[in-house]
Nanobody, 125 residues
């Protein structure tokens, strides 16, 4: 019942910033934990960040800690990922994911039931 659509990706130079958006329909995202994953060419999909259903808890992977920020606007049914200080290693397809709330935020792909189609982020050096 949840439909997720990512947007905001693009081709940028190293050090630049992007803001990714995940728009939802079908159900309000206020009732779901949300997460961002990414998949680089030739690599498995990896966890990036997650935010609790009520915004009370946030988790980042070590690779993006201090550079990326996740936030949500439940009224607009949208979750964002602000990507700063982008590096070529950040190049990947970024996916938005949603799941029913858990006591602790989950960080694996199998923990999430709803997924968007992804948006491409390419960072050149």
């Amino acid at each position: 019942q949840v439909r997720l659509v990512e947007s905001g990706g693009g081709l940028v130079q190293a050090g630049a910033s992007l803001r990714l958006s995940c728009a939802a329909s079908g159900r309000p995202l206020s009732g779901y934990d949300m997460a961002w994953f990414r998949q680089a060419p030739g690599k498995e999909r990896e966890f990036v960040s997650a935010i609790a259903w009520d915004g009370s808890n946030i988790v980042y992977s070590d690779s993006v800690q201090g550079r990326f920020t996740i936030f949500r606007t439940n009224l607009r049914n949208t979750v964002f990922l602000q990507l700063n200080s982008l590096e070529p290693e950040d190049t990947a397809v970024y996916y938005c994911a949603a799941d029913t709330p858990h006591a602790k935020l989950r960080t694996t792909i199998l923990d999430y039931d709803y997924w968007g189609q992804g948006t491409q982020v390419t960072v050149s050096s």
